[in-house]
């Protein structure tokens, strides 16, 4: 490709000793950041998760809703989730007859707000975002409590930090 040539640059001692200090400065130093990187993400990563998994057990303790649950196991109607019309033909005449009647409110009502709190909590450390967040070096921040523990920010997403 040189046709036999040899090309060659004379380098002074002082580029020489200049390339060379920071060839090492790189190849020396850019492994020991890279670790020490890797370490503290890592642990901060961990202080995350065991900070988030207190955080959901907190907060699905707060909000665990144990008085409708004992009022729906005991007397189910004392909680009224609608009304609906019924007929019953317990008229004189035989005519039908429309009777209000409770409808009790679903379990999956009474459980609206974990669905909530969940989906929160699920949407802030999503293991791709906490991913991304370790790879392109920006803070991992743990939710903060007032998302968790207000109901203002139900049906938009909050920006977080």
């Not at 890279?34 to 993400?41: Q, R």
């Not at 109607?77 to 609608?82: A, N, T, V």
């Amino acid at each position: 490709m040189l046709r036999d040539r040899i090309d060659n640059w004379d380098y002074d001692t002082d580029q020489l000793l200049f390339g060379t200090m920071l060839f090492t400065l790189v190849a020396f130093l850019f492994p020991t950041v890279l670790a020490y990187y890797i370490l503290f993400a890592m642990l901060r990563l961990c202080i995350l998760l065991l900070q988030a998994g207190m955080d959901t057990l907190l907060a699905f303790m707060n909000h665990f809703p144990l008085f409708a649950l004992m009022q729906k196991a005991k007397d189910p109607w004392r909680i009224p989730g609608g009304l609906y019309f019924a007929t019953s033909t317990a008229s004189a005449a035989g005519n039908p007859v429309l009777v209000v009647q409770n409808q009790s409110v679903p379990l999956s009502a009474i459980f609206s707000q974990y669905i909530q709190l969940w989906s929160r909590l699920a949407s802030h450390y999503d293991p791709v975002r906490l991913l991304l967040c370790l790879l392109s070096g920006r803070y991992l921040a743990a939710i903060p409590r007032y998302y968790i523990r207000s109901n203002r920010f139900i049906g938009r997403k909050p920006s977080l930090p």
